[in-house]
């Protein structure tokens, strides 16, 4: 028998969808407006006015002024670092750990899987007390205030939940593909990166995209690690909020908090379909 389609649930889920969107639209929509106000606006008009007179220079006082340009080229070094150093480790270790068998698997699958369930922030101050007490020996700051090593730390806490969804996606794909890989005499790195790595592109999308925001708004181990010099978007914004209330100029914040979710949003936009798609064809598998 088919299922009756009920208009009354339709009703709620769409209703319940638009509640959503707005609950998301409206700050951002509220921030962008604030961003090009000017103070005497943000102080005394109507929050959702739009502005009488547009305010670039807002932003302009918060690239350069409040350097936020040179947080965002921080960032942009160490997120774009941490993913590759990532993804370098976490695809062959996933294919590994799903497609082969041997001694110690069962460990290593143990030992990422117990990581899922440690808290970052909770290993923080070990970590930079390790690293304090190497710069001491070595004399000179090496690993800290370090874009690359700030990028090591970021990679090695996302471990455990990229491994432990890239190998089950790695599961799902049939065994054919390397059998026939197999006997066209490719051998198994090969096989790896010409065959296995490309199909499994959607789960690999879905990795970067939570690993990206994951990485783009990070700001516990930054604000540890890293000098106001070598500072990343997240810490610079804190920064930029103490200078802003201070010189009663909230304009110039909201810019920069306009400039800290514009990569995300538009990162967004750019892989959601495809994130769609690739949960679709998981599924599908399944």
């Known amino acids: 028998m088919k299922k009756r389609n009920f208009p009354l649930y339709k009703i709620f889920v769409y209703v319940a969808l638009i509640t959503l969107a707005i609950?998301?639209?409206v700050p951002i929509a509220w921030v962008f407006l604030a961003s090009l106000k000017?103070?005497?606006?943000?102080v005394s008009g109507n929050p959702f006015d739009f502005p009488k007179q547009i305010l670039w220079s807002n932003f302009a006082d918060a690239f350069v002024k409040a350097r936020m340009g040179d947080y965002l080229l921080n960032t942009i070094i160490v997120t774009a670092l941490s993913l590759v150093i990532l993804l370098v480790v976490a695809l062959p270790a996933s294919y590994v750990l799903a497609r082969f068998d041997f001694v110690g698997k069962k460990f290593f699958n143990g030992l990422f899987m117990a990581g899922l369930f440690v808290n970052v922030n909770y290993i923080v101050l070990p970590i930079f007390l390790m690293l304090f007490n190497a710069d001491i020996q070595l004399g000179f700051d090496f690993f800290l205030n370090s874009k690359f090593w700030l990028s090591v730390v970021y990679a090695a806490?996302?471990?455990?939940f990229t491994i432990y969804l890239?190998?089950?996606?790695f599961k799902t794909l049939p065994k054919a593909y390397e059998e026939a890989a197999r006997i066209d005499g490719c051998g198994y790195f090969k096989t790896m990166t010409k065959i296995m790595i490309?199909?499994?592109?959607?789960?690999?999308?879905?990795?970067i995209l939570f690993q990206f925001l994951a990485f783009w708004n990070e700001y516990?181990?930054?604000?540890?690690?890293?000098d106001k010099e070598n500072a990343t978007l997240a810490v610079g914004v804190k920064y930029l909020m103490a200078d802003a209330k201070s010189q009663a100029n909230f304009g110039v914040m909201y810019a920069g908090l306009v400039i800290v979710m514009i990569p995300t949003l538009v990162l967004y936009i750019c892989v959601q379909k495809k994130i769609t798609q690739g949960m679709s064809i998981g599924g599908m598998k399944e």
């Open 23 to 25: 609950s998301i639209i």
């Open 38 to 42: 000017s103070q005497l606006e943000l």
């Open 157 to 160: 806490t996302a471990l455990p």
């Open 166 to 169: 890239l190998t089950g996606y």
């Open 198 to 207: 490309p199909m499994a592109r959607p789960s690999i999308i879905t990795v």
């Open 220 to 226: 516990i181990i930054a604000f540890t690690f890293m």
